[in-house]
Structure formats: structure tokens, C-alpha cells
């Protein structure tokens, strides 16, 4: 024998902690879905990022095709560039010890920096020579070698940087020391007469085998579409008889 309930295909009443869980819900499905509204600000997603919905700025905001990083540089004594561990600065981390560099180079207290770096690298090499193939020991050979420390600004292009040319566009140098000596103050600019200031070039100036030169003017072999880097573009002189803009004033440009 069966008993039939009422209303039987009723479905219990929504209590209050129900409510609550489906505005959560909703809550979190709109925050996740949030992104999907640059699709329709009347711009071509695809052309900010390529990856759907990582339209954060880590992934997403336009990055420039150069970076200045102020960090401190060793030279052996035949002109060799190699780079100190941070560690003889200090500990804490690799990023740690960055930002307190960068701190102290805009306070202009880059000797302070110079001479620490100095000193430490001063009573490394007068320890007995490192052995084994670690990473520590290989790289306490290779700082074996350093005669002198810079702490410098320098100026990189990207795609110069790693296409092989890890030399610096352009670098300043705040100050200066021995191995074993006093830090001094300096200012110094040098440049890397092979990079372009204005950076790598795209488009038919690379494809003409140009480098990293600037192309010549207009009437010449070239179209303005040669004058185009990658966040600049140069104007075209009006006529074929007019001159290339100067090199100095490009690069009070740039800067």
C-alpha cells in the first residue's frame, strides 16, 4: 500500500542560506568573466593579447622595447665585462638586494655600493681558489678575474639583448673602485656605437640587412617605411637633397 504525497513535483522552498550561496555564486562567475569585457570596447583583443581573458597588466599592458637598470658591473684586467653575484652586496634575495641598489644609486649613494661590492670581492679572492664544477665554484673563478667594479645606469634593447649583444646601449657610471681600494665618484656616459639609439629596427629596415644602423633618407634607396622602430617613427625628410636628422638630436630624443 502507496501513500500519496501532495503536491509531490514541488521542489522544497529556497531558504535564506540558499540565497546567500547563489549571490556568491554569481559574484565569483562575474569577477571571472569581468575580462571578457575588452572584447567589446571597440578594440581588436587580439592585438593587446593574444591569450583570452589574461588581460591583466602582467600579461597585457604594452611594454616598452628598452629597460634602464641600474646594477654594478666587474671588468677583468683586459676589458672582459663580468657580472658580480649579488650576494657580495648583501643578503636577502636577488630582487631584495635590486631594489636596495636601485634605492641607493637615485639617493646617489652608489660609491657606498662600489665600495661594499669592492671589499667583498676583495676578501674572496683572498681565499684559496674555488674547485669543482658548482655553480658557486665556477662562478668564484670567473670573479677571480675582476680588477674593478662600476656601479652603473645602463640602458638595454630586448631584442638587441637577446639576439647576442648583451653590451649596453648606453650606460652612465656613478662611481668606480679597485678591487682592494676606495670607491670614487664618477660621471661617466658611454655608448655601444653599434646599437642604433633609437633600437632594434622592424620591418623593410631589417630586411635590407641594415643592422642596427640608421637608415639612409628618403630618395636614396629607402621608403619612410625604413624609418619605422619599434616605438618611434622617424620623419621623413621632405625631399631626396635633405639631410638625415642628426644623431645627437635623435638621441636627446630617446632620452
Excluded: C
Excluded at 578594440?43 to 591569450?51: A, I, L, M, V, Y
Excluded at 676583495?122 to 681558489?129: L, N, S, V
Amino acid at each position: 500500500m502507496t501513500t500519496d504525497l501532495p503536491y509531490p513535483h514541488l521542489s522544497p522552498a529556497a531558504t535564506e542560506r540558499d540565497l546567500w550561496a547563489l549571490t556568491a555564486g554569481v559574484a565569483l562567475a562575474a569577477v571571472l568573466l569581468s575580462p571578457v569585457r575588452h572584447y567589446f570596447n571597440g578594440k581588436d583583443k587580439n592585438e593587446q593579447d593574444s591569450f583570452p581573458l589574461s588581460t591583466y597588466p602582467m600579461f597585457s599592458d604594452d611594454r616598452k622595447d628598452r629597460t634602464r637598470i641600474p646594477h654594478v658591473a666587474g671588468f677583468t684586467a683586459d676589458g672582459r665585462r663580468v657580472i658580480p653575484h649579488y650576494s657580495h652586496f648583501g643578503a636577502g634575495g636577488l630582487n631584495q638586494v635590486r631594489k636596495q641598489i636601485t634605492r641607493m644609486v637615485r639617493q646617489g649613494r652608489g660609491v657606498e655600493v662600489a665600495q661594499r661590492y669592492a671589499d667583498a670581492l676583495a676578501d674572496q679572492q683572498r681565499r684559496p681558489a674555488a674547485t669543482g664544477q658548482g655553480v658557486g665554484a665556477v662562478r668564484r673563478r670567473k670573479e677571480a678575474d675582476i680588477v674593478r667594479v662600476e656601479v652603473v645606469r645602463s640602458r638595454y634593447f630586448f631584442d638587441t639583448y637577446y639576439a647576442g649583444n648583451t653590451t649596453p646601449q648606453m650606460e652612465t657610471v656613478h662611481a668606480r673602485a679597485e678591487v682592494g681600494g676606495t670607491a670614487v665618484a664618477v660621471s661617466e656616459t658611454r655608448h655601444d656605437e653599434a646599437q642604433d639609439p633609437q633600437g632594434p629596427p622592424t620591418g623593410p629596415m631589417a630586411r635590407s640587412e641594415l643592422g642596427n644602423l640608421p637608415p639612409r633618407p628618403v630618395g636614396t634607396g629607402n621608403t619612410p617605411g625604413d624609418y619605422l622602430t619599434e616605438n618611434t617613427v622617424q620623419s621623413a625628410p621632405d625631399s631626396a637633397t635633405e639631410s638625415a636628422p642628426d644623431s645627437a638630436t635623435e638621441q636627446e630624443a630617446v632620452r
